[in-house]
């Protein structure tokens, strides 16, 4: 009987960090507990994913986060990096930088996201798997550097997928989750990895981070779905940017099917995301809570603590479905959420209500129970868990005995 | 579901809409439905076999690739056209031409029903063409003309087409070919 030896091919990155398969990395390399702020939590979770080149321009909160890219640069971890001209520039030239085969980070913030706008839809139409870290702060005027998410409503429909992390743990597995899923080559669109400001990115938690000496595999681009440019590879020399020099040449079918392929390459990343990010919603809560919160990021953790209250000391069965993942939007999941459920809230940080809008279009036809976009805080405000206890109690026609 | 054409453009001609998704990996997708590559081997062969005008349409993966896949690949798709009796139209160039394509001589993803219609093609078989291109190009297709699409792609596939085929490398194109040979002999051409 012959015996067979098995061989295995170890591979190193330019920093000498043994490559690993994604799964490894996020699911079963051994962790330490570490008490860091998100802004760090960006820094370790780039370290740790290969990047060929981050670029950046400092606004607040996401400034520290980009400097510590810069860190990482400084020590080997990442091939590229500089400060561009503006927020415009950042995303102009962290695209030719995708463009070209890399694998691409940056972050920003508030004013700066709407300054950049236009490449947005540009990253998405040319199928760049660019990262973008979004620490959140509201919009001008009048003028707000605090934890307010608007800027994420102008986000949804760019062609960019739009994450919402709840702590600085999840952030820094969403943005090693968001590489993968985004270089798919069926998906192969930009994540937009969002946290809100401050209250995730300024403060400390304990975050359990895997050794930093393993690392993502480096992105392939040539499993890109368009020719990376390469003038090796005449497609892609030829091939890329006459699409927009000759724009006037494009018929309406190809508009219309361009922009239905980059919404439909979200809705790929579904599988996948659920996988990486082991499941695209959490659940919270009584099982059977007939009150039911549907909420992402920060206001998700506040409306757990408001559940607990509800549950424990009110008396109200209740629950939350925390959504992380706002493009693809988990339609399925809130329609078979709401079931059982009378009375449906959904607390945000920002005055729109954005998310709100998202839920009942998920639910128009499918549920008759009321939908209440409430409690809805701006400008940074924080939105204490009694507040959301006492708004619930409010329309359920309890007492209120919480926040005289 | 990709329903065979033309369906019009209001609603948009995109199978993720209802739902359907590019098949899992050691798996093909026939309309709607998660299939064994065998299947939808057989049945994209019996396609190219019984439609009017078959065609080929080979991407710059094969055209222009530098690598010894694509040089076993190009010569297995001339044995593919000589076994089904189809014609070779290539997809060169993935830039939009002005005023129009020539139709006879190349297929464009900006306006790939103008060859489908110009040579009357009822079932083809993109190869080779980079995904995002060959997506444009299919819905563009399902939303114009009758043509039973059949995507070979050598990455996760593509939900658009009426028969997608995932993972396809040289080996499979071998094994597309054989049992094409058998499908025809089954039908007695």
């Known amino acids: 009987m012959s015996q067979q030896v098995k061989t295995e091919k170890v591979r190193y990155n330019r920093m000498g960090q043994k490559i690993v398969s994604p799964d490894y990395l996020l699911f079963e390399a051994p962790r330490t507990k570490h008490f860091i702020t998100g802004s760090e939590a960006v820094k370790e979770a780039a370290k740790r994913a290969s990047v060929d080149a981050s670029i950046s321009y400092p606004i607040t909160p996401q400034s520290e986060a980009a400097h510590m890219l810069g860190e990482l640069w400084r020590e080997g971890y990442i091939g590229v990096y500089f400060r561009g001209e503006s927020e415009f520039g950042v995303m102009s030239e962290i695209a030719g930088c995708a463009m070209a085969g890399a694998r691409t980070i940056t972050t920003t913030s508030g004013p700066g996201t709407l300054r950049a706008m236009e490449l947005f839809p540009m990253w998405a139409g040319s199928r760049l798997p660019i990262q973008l870290v979004l620490m959140a702060r509201g919009i001008n005027s009048p003028l707000s550097i605090q934890?307010?998410?608007l800027e994420m409503y102008f986000l949804l429909d760019t062609g960019c997928m739009v994450w919402h992390a709840e702590t600085a743990q999840e952030l820094f597995d969403m943005i090693i989750a968001g590489f993968v899923v985004a270089e798919q080559p069926d998906v192969h669109v930009p994540v937009i990895t969002a946290i809100d400001g401050f209250f995730i990115s300024h403060t400390r938690e304990a975050v359990y981070l895997p050794?930093?000496?393993?690392?993502l595999p480096p992105y392939d681009p040539y499993k890109a779905p368009m020719p990376p440019i390469d003038m090796e590879m005449p497609p892609g020399r030829f091939m890329r940017d006459p699409f927009v020099m000759k724009s006037n040449y494009i018929s309406y079918a190809t508009h219309a099917s361009w922009q239905f392929e980059v919404r439909a390459a979200i809705e790929r990343a579904k599988p996948y995301a659920k996988h990486y990010l082991r499941g695209l919603v959490e659940h919270f809560g009584d099982p059977e809570g007939e009150v039911l919160f549907i909420a992402s990021g920060t206001a998700a953790a506040q409306a757990k603590e408001a559940t607990q209250i509800l549950i424990h000391e009110e008396g109200v069965k209740a629950r939350v479905l925390r959504i992380k993942t706002i493009r693809p939007f988990p339609t399925e999941e809130v329609r078979e959420a709401v079931k059982g459920a009378k009375y449906v809230f959904v607390p945000e940080f920002n005055v729109i209500g954005w998310l709100e809008r998202e839920v009942k279009r998920a639910l128009y036809g499918h549920t008759d129970i009321p939908i209440f976009g409430t409690p809805r805080v701006g400008g940074g405000m924080t939105m204490p868990p009694e507040y959301i206890v006492q708004e619930v109690l409010k329309i359920i026609g309890k007492e209120v005995k919480h926040v005289g | 579901m990709a329903k065979l054409g033309p369906s019009g453009y209001s609603p948009y001609p995109v199978a993720v809409t209802e739902g359907v998704l590019t098949p899992p990996p050691g798996k093909a997708l026939m309309f709607n439905e998660i299939v064994d590559e065998e299947t939808a081997m057989r049945e994209a062969a019996k396609a190219m076999l019984t439609r009017e005008n078959p065609t080929i349409f080979p991407g710059p993966q094969v055209l222009y690739?530098?690598?010894?896949?694509?040089?076993?690949?190009?010569?297995?798709?001339?044995?593919?056209?000589?076994?089904?009796?189809a014609k070779i139209i290539p997809m060169y160039d993935y830039r939009p031409k002005y005023p129009k394509i020539d139709p006879e001589k190349e297929i464009n993803p900006n306006h790939p029903n103008l060859t489908i219609w110009h040579n009357k093609i009822k079932a083809c078989i993109f190869i080779g063409v980079h995904c995002h291109y060959a997506n444009v190009a299919l819905k563009i297709i399902r939303a114009e003309t009758d043509c039973f699409t059949i995507a070979m792609c050598s990455l996760a596939g593509h939900e658009d087409a009426m028969i997608t085929l995932r993972d396809q490398h040289a080996e499979d194109l071998e094994k597309f070919i054989r049992i094409a040979k058998e499908v025809k002999k089954e039908?007695?051409?």
């Open chain 2, 65 to 85: 690739a530098w690598n010894e896949e694509a040089k076993k690949k190009a010569k297995l798709i001339k044995e593919m056209a000589e076994v089904l009796g």
């Open chain 2, 187 to 189: 039908l007695g051409k």
């Open chain 1, 211 to 215: 050794p930093d000496d393993i690392a």
């Open chain 1, 147 to 149: 934890p307010d998410n």
